[in-house]
């Protein structure tokens, strides 16, 4: 991990398990979910964006939005050492995004 970003993404089925045993954070629009891996690297971001929430052109505009959402908001909230799980509802995509970017800075900011 050479480059200096403030978070990477999960990719692998494994990794987006072992956060669904870690801290969950609910709400109207998503759920996050956060677990701790104990070390000092950037934190890891992944998204869920399941059938349910419509056909794929839907799903790809909520996971569009979300990451927007977490790159010109949340980065800077993310905890290093932690990895974090979004699960998109299907509110997400009419929300405004304001609203999607305080919903997402307080979930982050919850302890």
């Known amino acids: 991990?050479?480059?200096n970003k403030p978070y990477w993404r999960l990719r692998k089925r494994a990794e987006f398990l072992k956060v669904r045993h870690g801290q969950k954070r609910g709400g109207p629009l998503f759920l996050m979910e956060m677990l701790a891996r104990g070390d000092d690297?950037?934190?890891r971001i992944g998204f869920t964006v399941s059938k349910k929430n419509g056909n794929a052109v839907q799903r790809n505009r909520i996971r569009r939005r979300l990451k927007e959402a977490v790159?010109?908001?949340a980065a800077a909230d993310m905890a290093a050492g932690n990895d974090y799980v979004i699960v998109a509802r299907k509110d997400v995509i009419a929300a405004p995004f304001e609203?999607?970017?305080a919903e997402l800075s307080r979930r982050l900011r919850r302890k």
């Open 1 to 3: 991990m050479a480059d």
């Open 41 to 43: 690297e950037a934190a």
């Open 71 to 73: 790159r010109v908001h």
């Open 99 to 101: 609203t999607i970017k």
